[in-house]
């Protein structure tokens, strides 16, 4: 991913590496600024909480982002110690400009940059050291295409150095410093690693590889507004703004007339599960995931599904435009 520092894959789970991305490099009474884009950016304002930081937080409206702009007028009227954005916020669809925060950052050297890659990480551009960016952070079950089960971070020198300053730290098994020796050398034992859940990851990393980054990069672009135009041309609207939708995911909400557990129950009978909206946007909207190693056929059989379910639940719905749609994009 593009960086000199250290990489952590630990059994876990990827807000397991939003804690260890914190406790790390914070001491209590840090200055830590958030940039929430909905309910994982607010997510990591709880956690900073817990670990006692002094937490200053710029929130979107959910489908909206921060400007860069906002960003750095907060950052010219106070010092902080680390900055945190969530590359793309699972709740709302939205992706973050985080090259254009890293350019930002460059500025200010005392302030570390963490980026959350959860939901973007090996699906969306993320180049560590080119980027700016000290802490990337994910998990393994999004656009890696493994089941949930690791927590996944990269560190780059200057988040190295500020672990070594803290000395001791609360955190016994999220320490930089107890899995360092580890990650140089698997053979050591400080906790049990998830072994099965470590092959299927080299498995995936070799899939990556065989595609290469940049055509992986250029297929989510490719698959993500293809998904996203069908969606559409269905009648849905997207939660997430044109200009700052990410295309690892869909964040679709529903007609008038659509209740949520019906459509979604339907949906899991004709082959498909999403997941519900969160926030003041449960039951209002289905989040539809197209990352990872998913292929045309994955494509073409949801929106299929989606067609017959909106049918089922007594939408006027021509069958087979969703998918004509889809295809058009798809072979442009």
């Known amino acids: 991913m593009g960086t000199t520092g250290e990489v952590f894959v630990i059994a876990g789970t990827g807000t397991l590496s939003m804690e260890m991305a914190i406790s790390n490099t914070l001491r209590s009474g840090d200055d830590m600024l958030v940039v929430s884009h909905g309910f994982f950016g607010d997510r990591f304002v709880e956690l900073c909480e817990r670990r006692d930081l002094n937490v200053d937080v ?7 982002a921060v400007s860069v702009e906002e960003i750095e007028e907060q ?14 916020d699972t709740s709302t669809g939205v992706s973050a400009p985080i090259k254009e925060i890293g350019e930002i950052l460059k500025k200010y050297e005392d302030t570390l940059y963490i980026v959350d890659g959860v939901c973007s990480t090996a699906g969306q551009r993320e180049y560590i050291d080119e980027m700016d960016i000290d ?5 393994s079950q999004k656009a890696f295409g493994v089941a949930p089960g690791l927590a996944i971070l990269w560190a780059g020198e200057k988040a190295l150095e500020r672990r070594k300053s803290l000395g001791t730290i609360s955190e016994y098994y ?3 410093e107890r899995w360092i020796p580890i990650m140089n ?38 698959n993500g507004r293809a998904m996203q135009a069908a969606l559409e041309g269905l009648g849905f609207e997207l939660l997430a703004d044109k200009d700052v939708r990410a295309v690892t995911l869909s964040n679709a909400l529903y007609m008038d007339g659509i209740d949520d557990v019906e459509f979604r129950s ?9 997941a519900g909206g ?13 990352m990872g190693n998913i292929d045309i056929h994955d494509m ?26 889809l295809m058009g994009e798809l072979l442009k």
């Open 185 to 222: 050398d698997p053979s050591k034992y400080f906790a049990t690693p998830a072994v099965n859940m470590i092959w299927a990851l080299k498995e995936s990393i070799n899939i990556i590889k065989e595609e290469g980054l940049e055509n992986r990069y250029k297929r989510h672009i490719r």
């Open 75 to 88: 950052l010219r009227k106070k010092s902080y110690d680390a900055i945190t954005v969530t590359h793309v």
């Open 174 to 176: 999220i320490d930089f």
């Open 58 to 64: 710029l929130r979107s409206k959910w489908g909206k």
């Open 135 to 139: 802490i990337l952070l994910t998990g």
């Open 300 to 325: 073409v059989s949801t929106i299929g599904a989606i067609e017959r379910t909106l049918y089922r639940v007594g939408v006027d719905v021509e069958l087979g435009e969703g998918v004509g749609i």
């Open 278 to 290: 969160l926030g003041d946007y449960a039951g209002k909207m289905f989040r539809l995931g197209h």
């Open 266 to 274: 339907i949906l899991a009978e004709e082959g498909v599960v999403v």
